[in-house]
């Protein structure tokens, strides 16, 4: 089928290069003329891992291509949208001027009876005020939302845990499904659940979705505050309790808590969303797991000035991990650079470093000295903090790295090192929630 994705960042570059690896013919349409040139070229401009190999072997086949000029998808039967909806300027709500934008643009060159496919997380009735516009242009509109996991996205789109259709409640909707199933055929041939919906439902799916998952990491994290009070183990806690099916394991990582370009900007949208529909006391517990999660950067911070007994202030302490994730590059919103800036604000002297999100990081903050290994910022350090659980840092050997640093005090903001063999090597540890 021809399709077309606009908007070519981490959820459409990765959506247009599997279509395109399953067998369809597919343009990817963004306003950004030097993230077109990358893709052409085979290297996107992120990191993600098995997007290069996807794209090269895509681009060689012809069936996929690039561009600024959104004229090229006139021939498209289907057109996803996966433009960014970051959070507002003026508040928590979603900023959606490039949704609005990429459908204006769109609009002229929809083809009769195409179909437009939203992938973008948007604020529940959204899809219903944009379908007003694409039907009266001919063409019809459904919802589609994306789950992919940052670092997991080739995977996740490709063999997805589940495929939802938010669809228009009118007789032709049969039809969008039909069209969606053949676009997703090969999916729904491993035996991919799907469910068919209407458009709130589709909306919603996804931002309730993320916010269960925050509400699960702040849960724990929530947990870890009363383990540090009590002198009990956060991560054995999350263990025993994840025993039991019905709360499972996954997402119980305590540590600095969540960031991204999705979990913190979903939950506030739907906040936001959520008092616009005079329903804010539903949704009011997503404040706590908000609150819950930043509170956790500056308990890692806490434990980096009490091991100077207060006194941070020229202290030289390494920052290993930028990311917001290991396998990413991403530093959206991150609390690993949140607390590199936040010591560096109390006048510590932060060496940062990160495998891949350097660049990112610095663009965000040039004020802060990065080193590019993880020697070179581990070299005389006063203490080191931990803050994404890259496996170059879970690998880190407690008794090569005391050879290099001034002061043996870490701090392991994502809970993922062996307490016992650190203290064995003579190291102050602390981790979070955890004695
Ligand atoms: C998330 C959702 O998982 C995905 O389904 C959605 O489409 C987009 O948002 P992503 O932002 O890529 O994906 O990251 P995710 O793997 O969910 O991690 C989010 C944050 O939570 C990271 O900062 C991670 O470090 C943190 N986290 C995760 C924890 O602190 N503890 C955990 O147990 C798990």
């Given at each position: 089928?021809?399709?077309?994705?606009?908007g070519?960042?981490?959820?459409?570059?990765?959506?247009?290069?599997?279509?395109?690896?399953?067998?369809?013919?597919?343009?990817?349409?963004?306003?950004?003329?030097?993230?077109?040139?990358?893709?052409?070229?085979?290297?996107?401009?992120?990191?993600e891992?098995?997007?290069?190999?996807?794209?090269?072997?895509?681009?060689?086949?012809?069936?996929?291509?690039?561009?600024?000029?959104?004229?090229?998808?006139?021939?498209?039967?289907?057109?996803?949208?996966?433009?960014?909806?970051?959070?507002?300027?003026?508040?928590?709500?979603a900023?959606?001027?490039y949704?609005?934008?990429?459908?204006?643009?769109?609009?002229?060159?929809?083809?009769?009876?195409?179909?437009?496919?939203?992938?973008?997380?948007?604020?529940?009735?959204?899809?219903?005020?944009?379908?007003?516009?694409?039907?009266?242009?001919?063409?019809?509109?459904?919802?589609?939302?994306?789950?992919?996991?940052?670092?997991?996205?080739v995977?996740?789109?490709?063999?997805?845990?589940?495929?939802?259709y938010?669809?228009?409640?009118?007789?032709?909707?049969?039809?969008?499904?039909?069209?969606?199933?053949?676009?997703?055929?090969?999916?729904?041939?491993?035996?991919?659940?799907?469910?068919?919906?209407?458009?709130?439902?589709?909306?919603?799916?996804?931002?309730?979705a993320?916010?269960f998952?925050?509400?699960?990491?702040?849960?724990?994290?929530?947990?870890?505050?009363?383990?540090?009070?009590?002198?009990?183990?956060?991560?054995?806690?999350?263990?025993?309790?994840?025993?039991?099916?019905?709360?499972?394991?996954?997402?119980?990582?305590?540590?600095?808590?969540?960031?991204?370009?999705?979990?913190?900007?979903?939950?506030?949208?739907?906040?936001?969303?959520?008092?616009?529909?005079?329903?804010?006391?539903?949704?009011?517990?997503?404040?706590?797991?908000?609150?819950?999660n930043?509170?956790?950067?500056?308990?890692?911070?806490?434990?980096?000035v009490?091991?100077?007994?207060?006194?941070?202030?020229?202290?030289?302490?390494?920052?290993?991990g930028?990311?917001?994730?290991?396998?990413?590059?991403?530093t959206?919103?991150?609390p690993?650079?949140?607390?590199?800036?936040?010591?560096?604000?109390?006048?510590?002297?932060?060496v940062c470093?990160?495998?891949?999100?350097?660049?990112?990081?610095?663009?965000q903050?040039?004020?802060?000295?990065?080193?590019?290994?993880?020697?070179?910022a581990?070299?005389?350090?006063?203490?080191?903090?931990?803050?994404?659980?890259?496996?170059?840092?879970?690998?880190?050997?407690?008794?090569?790295?005391?050879?290099?640093?001034?002061?043996?005090?870490?701090?392991?903001?994502?809970?993922c090192?062996?307490s016992?063999?650190w203290?064995?090597?003579?190291?102050q540890?602390?981790?979070?929630?955890?004695?």
């Open positions: 089928m021809k399709l077309s994705v606009i070519c960042g981490y959820l459409g570059a990765v959506h247009a290069a599997a279509m395109a690896s399953i067998g369809h013919d597919v343009v990817g349409v963004d306003v950004d003329p030097a993230k077109i040139a990358a893709l052409s070229a085979g290297t996107p401009p992120f990191h891992p098995g997007l290069p190999e996807l794209l090269e072997q895509a681009i060689a086949s012809g069936r996929l291509r690039f561009t600024t000029d959104i004229s090229e998808v006139h021939d498209a039967a289907v057109h996803f949208i996966g433009v960014g909806t970051p959070q507002r300027k003026d508040g928590g709500g900023d959606l001027t949704v609005d934008g990429a459908i204006d643009a769109l609009l002229p060159h929809l083809a009769p009876g195409s179909l437009v496919a939203g992938k973008s997380t948007v604020p529940v009735g959204t899809a219903a005020r944009l379908a007003t516009a694409v039907h009266a242009a001919g063409a019809r509109l459904a919802w589609n939302p994306e789950f992919l996991r940052e670092g997991f996205a995977k996740d789109t490709l063999e997805p845990d589940r495929l939802v938010g669809v228009a409640s009118d007789d032709d909707a049969a039809d969008d499904v039909a069209v969606l199933d053949a676009v997703y055929a090969q999916t729904l041939e491993t035996g991919t659940p799907r469910l068919v919906t209407d458009y709130a439902t589709a909306e919603l799916v996804k931002v309730a993320n916010a998952l925050a509400t699960k990491i702040s849960f724990i994290n929530a947990m870890a505050e009363i383990a540090e009070v009590t002198g009990a183990d956060v991560t054995t806690l999350a263990d025993a309790i994840g025993h039991d099916a019905r709360i499972g394991r996954r997402f119980l990582n305590a540590g600095v808590g969540f960031g991204g370009g999705c979990l913190p900007k979903d939950i506030r949208a739907f906040t936001a969303r959520a008092e616009e529909l005079g329903r804010g006391e539903s949704v009011a517990f997503l404040k706590n797991v908000d609150e819950i930043l509170r956790r950067r500056q308990r890692v911070v806490d434990l980096v009490d091991s100077f007994e207060g006194q941070v202030h020229g202290k030289r302490v390494a920052v290993l930028l990311a917001f994730k290991p396998d990413s590059d991403d959206r919103d991150s690993a650079l949140d607390v590199a800036v936040r010591l560096h604000g109390l006048g510590a002297d932060v470093t990160d495998p891949q999100a350097i660049d990112n990081a610095r663009r903050h040039p004020q802060l000295e990065y080193a590019a290994t993880t020697s070179e581990l070299n005389d350090a006063e203490a080191v903090v931990l803050v994404t659980e890259w496996r170059e840092y879970r690998d880190l050997d407690p008794a090569a790295v005391a050879d290099l640093v001034a002061r043996k005090v870490v701090i392991d903001g994502r809970n090192l062996d016992d063999a203290r064995a090597r003579g190291w540890f602390h981790g979070l929630g955890r004695p």
